[in-house]
């Protein structure tokens, strides 16, 4: 259940059953990409208009490089739910789940590696201002940051014990 423009008509919107939606209109009207899975899709990211992924239930990894008409499973090499996908540049890629789970992708997202997060709780969201600085949140005030391209992460103490997402 997410949303992303990257202007003011290109958008996508992602949800339950493998549901993919888009629009080139701002919104009026949207159109079904075809998504490959019948799992729930949590999170949608586009770099530019062509080029996207999606995550979701059961490591569900997507990606497109077509503006979205059509979707291609990758492994994500988890069976954790992933919440959050984030991207420096067209070829790195980094997502997040249960667990603690990150996978990143120096590819664009065709492969994935596992990176050790160093938490158990949840992750529900990753950002990243460049190549090396990300940071990642989760469930019990859970804050992660990396200074080395998600190579490695620090754990910070975000003095609250609720959960922490991306809006």
């Known amino acids: 259940t997410s949303v992303w423009f990257t202007d003011p008509t290109h958008g996508w919107a ?10 080139a209109d701002g919104g009026a009207t949207w159109r079904t990409g075809l998504s490959s899975t019948r799992n729930d899709l949590f999170c949608v990211r586009f770099i530019d208009q062509q080029r996207g992924w999606a995550v979701g239930d059961k490591g569900t990894i997507l990606t497109t490089e077509d503006g979205g008409a059509n979707w291609t499973p990758r492994d994500s090499l ?3 739910t992933l919440t959050g996908v984030a991207f420096a540049d067209r070829a790195h890629v980094w997502a997040v789940g249960g667990a603690g789970t990150i996978v990143a992708s120096a590819d664009g997202g065709v492969t ?4 050790p997060s160093g938490v ?5 969201a ?3 201002s460049g190549l090396a600085h990300g940071w990642a949140v989760g469930l019990n005030g859970t ?4 200074r080395d391209a998600g190579a490695t992460w620090q754990k910070h103490e975000a003095g609250v014990a609720t959960s922490l997402a991306s809006v």
């Open 14 to 23: 992602v949800g339950i059953n493998g549901t993919i939606l888009r629009t």
């Open 78 to 80: 988890v069976p954790v």
């Open 112 to 115: 994935w590696r596992r990176t």
């Open 120 to 124: 158990d709780s949840a992750l529900t």
């Open 126 to 128: 990753v950002y990243f």
């Open 143 to 146: 804050i992660l940051a990396s």
